[in-house]
């Protein structure tokens, strides 16, 4: 089905559906809802894919994508769920994280999927410990030694990593070149 004229006009018209409504998604995404829609239909009428594209509305699904999306965003902010907190830009703790990528890189040969989720785990914890004084539920779990933040910084800035250089863009690519590895849009 994905390889059809068809299919792919479906995409594109899906995603300029959505770019009008405002939402930005990825088109491996769309591309999986529509492949669903779309056998769905061909099932419960009983008619084969290729008939069933006589009921695809890509203004129709955009407006349903939409709506869940917003649906979504306004019930993950009542519940405070999908908003966690993150470190400062000027993070010292950040800034090796970023240090970390192209190291990381290298050493998992190129697996950018453990890359990122080792950025996102160490970011995500970074964020917590930072928002934790803010953080319901986390007042029980500090422990005897505690999650003294401002400890926690005072001890990465001792390490002396040099903050400005992993937060200039031409830098951090530099060191991602010289890993050997970069990162190219198809």
């Known amino acids: 089905m994905r390889n059809t004229k068809a299919f ?14 405002g939402v930005t998604m990825r088109p491996g995404a769309v ?46 902010e009542s519940a405070g769920v999908g908003v966690p ?21 290298v050493q998992t040969g190129g697996d950018l999927y453990a890359v990122i989720i080792n950025v996102a785990v160490n970011a995500w914890m970074a964020g917590h410990i930072h928002g934790e004084d803010g953080c319901e539920g986390c007042e029980g779990s ?9 400890e926690r910084m005072k001890g990465i800035t001792a390490m002396s990593p040099d903050i400005t250089k992993w937060f200039d863009r031409d830098r951090w690519t530099a060191a991602l070149h010289d890993s050997g590895f970069s990162i190219e849009r198809r």
Request: proline share 7%.
């Open 31 to 76: 591309e999986d809802i529509i492949e669903s829609n779309m056998g769905e239909v061909a099932a419960r009428l009983r008619i084969q894919e290729r008939s069933a594209w006589r009921y695809f509305d890509a203004a129709g699904l955009a407006e349903s994508i939409a709506q869940h999306h917003k649906e979504f965003e306004a019930s993950s």
């Open 142 to 150: 500090r422990g005897p030694s505690g999650h003294d933040w401002n």
């Open 85 to 105: 907190p993150m470190p400062p830009v000027d993070n010292p703790e950040l800034a090796l994280i970023l240090a970390g990528v192209p190291d990381s890189l």
């Open 8 to 21: 792919k006009d479906a995409v594109a018209q899906t995603l300029a559906e959505l770019a009008r409504l």
